[in-house]
């Protein structure tokens, strides 16, 4: 069961986000609604704990299976929806470079000057890769 819990007015999702990244520059998908990119990752499962869900989803996302992942950063991320309040922790690691990708869903990989005009999300974790900040970083608040 994925970490999606409903509150009050609020939904609190954990979730990860891997940057992965190829020859050619990084991996992103897309959004549920098409109209934003994201990293690989997804929903933390009960039980399961980030690094656990990172390497479970960079290989349902991408047939890759990396034993290798370094701790980047927590971002939390505040928004809302029509009818309630979105609350979401993401626990961000990266991998070693791949050469390869053999995508199971929808992923591109995208330089970073593509990724300038690109709408991705979370925007802080695009702002600090584009600055060459996402190391410096151990926890960042998004409201």
Known sequence: MDLTIPLENTILN???????????????????????????????????????????????????????FEFISVIENFWKE??????????????????????KVDLQEFTKEEMKDIDIRPIVLKQLIMNGDIEKISHHIVK
Request: glycine letters at 10%; aromatic letters at 6%; hydrophobic letters at 35%.
């Open 14 to 68: 954990i979730r990860v986000a891997v940057i992965l990244q190829t020859g050619k520059g990084l991996v992103l998908g897309r959004g549920t609604d098409k109209s934003y990119h994201h990293f690989v990752g997804g929903r933390v499962k009960a039980g399961e704990t980030s690094l656990q869900a990172a390497k479970r989803e960079l290989q349902e996302e991408t047939g890759l299976e990396i034993d290798k």
């Open 82 to 103: 029509k009818d309630h309040d979105v609350q979401e922790i993401c626990f961000v690691y990266k991998t070693d470079k791949v050469e390869k990708i053999f995508p």
